[in-house]
């Protein structure tokens, strides 16, 4: 049975391989949820941002993730 990590966001668990649950991710706004779904070079950088909003407080609904 795969271990479940916490939603970065809210703390609940969250499947393998995302970085939030299912209800945080749907809060996110769609450009920023297609920007975190991008696998490049630039994968791990957008990644990093969304982390750093996360522990800055930004709101769910406000993120914004570059391109």
């Not at 795969?2 to 970065?8: D, Q, R, V, Y």
């Not at 297609?34 to 791990?44: F, G, I, K």
């Amino acid at each position: 049975m795969p271990t479940t990590k916490p939603c970065l966001s809210c703390r609940r668990p969250r499947r393998p391989g995302q970085y939030l649950c299912r209800a945080c991710w749907f809060k996110i706004p769609g450009p920023a949820r297609s920007a975190l779904n991008q696998r490049d070079s630039r994968a791990m950088a957008r990644l990093r941002e969304l982390h750093s909003q996360l522990s800055a407080g930004v709101p769910l609904g406000e993120i914004a993730i570059a391109a």
